[in-house]
């Protein structure tokens, strides 16, 4: 089996049969990752078996965000480019409950790592990864791989990306 | 848009209207509007608190280092060309 992780393709991937058990992780890809899509807000990039394309093991959607460090004096933000410091922002990771176990998650996170490293050597000053958990699963899933909680709300996590 | 209302939903909004002076339509547009642009503004930015902004700074001077965990996803996944 050969692995492939490309962008969502409405007509191609079959998006109603996925199933993560998350309700609302099922029903962004079904509904809203196409729109969001067209409408530049953020892309959807899919896991999936290059001999039977169709069925999406899992996706990730990543989009831009901005970071505030709002409470931090503006002197010691001073070597900083740009204040709010622009980041990628994962939104959405999932693993069909039939891929689970497989690494699958760690596999669509690290592609996701990847292409933001790739925007930063192009010198487009992305500084940070920051991704959405809605359960402490998911917190625990992304403090393995070296996120940090962002505030008290433990819901979102960020990994910087560091400077050259 | 075309927005549907049930009678108590419109009498409930002509109230609040009525309390701040202006027509229910433009009471409406006004608070759609401002609770749109929070929820634009939301998904954008993301606020840190203190300890978390000075960790992340303090990060953000330095190489990318990745954990030993990420490191070796990040191979495993160059392995299999993701």
Known sequence: ?164 | MDIRLEEEDKALIERAAQIRGVKAASFTRSIVIREAEEVIRNAHIVKFDEKAARDCLAALSKPFAPNEALRKALDHGSESGL
């Open chain 1, 1 to 164: 089996m050969t692995l492939q992780i490309v962008e969502l393709d409405p007509k191609l991937h079959i998006r109603q049969h996925f199933d993560c058990s998350n309700i609302n992780r099922n029903l962004y890809l079904q509904k809203l990752a196409a729109q969001h899509r067209r409408s530049g807000f953020s892309s959807t990039y899919v896991l999936s078996d290059t001999k039977k394309p169709s069925t999406i093991f899992g996706y990730y959607s990543i989009s831009a965000a901005q970071i505030e460090l709002g409470v931090i004096p503006k002197q010691d933000l001073r070597k900083l480019p740009k204040v709010p410091i622009p980041a990628a922002r994962v939104g959405q990771l999932a693993v069909d409950l039939k891929e689970q176990g497989k690494g699958y998650g760690a596999l669509l996170l690290q592609n996701a790592i990847k292409k933001a490293l790739l925007v930063r050597e192009q010198s487009l000053g992305i500084h940070m990864i920051i991704v959405d958990a809605d359960s402490q699963n998911a917190a625990s899933f992304y403090r393995k791989f070296g996120f940090r909680e962002c505030n008290s709300s433990g819901r979102t996590l960020y990994l910087c990306l560091g400077s050259d």
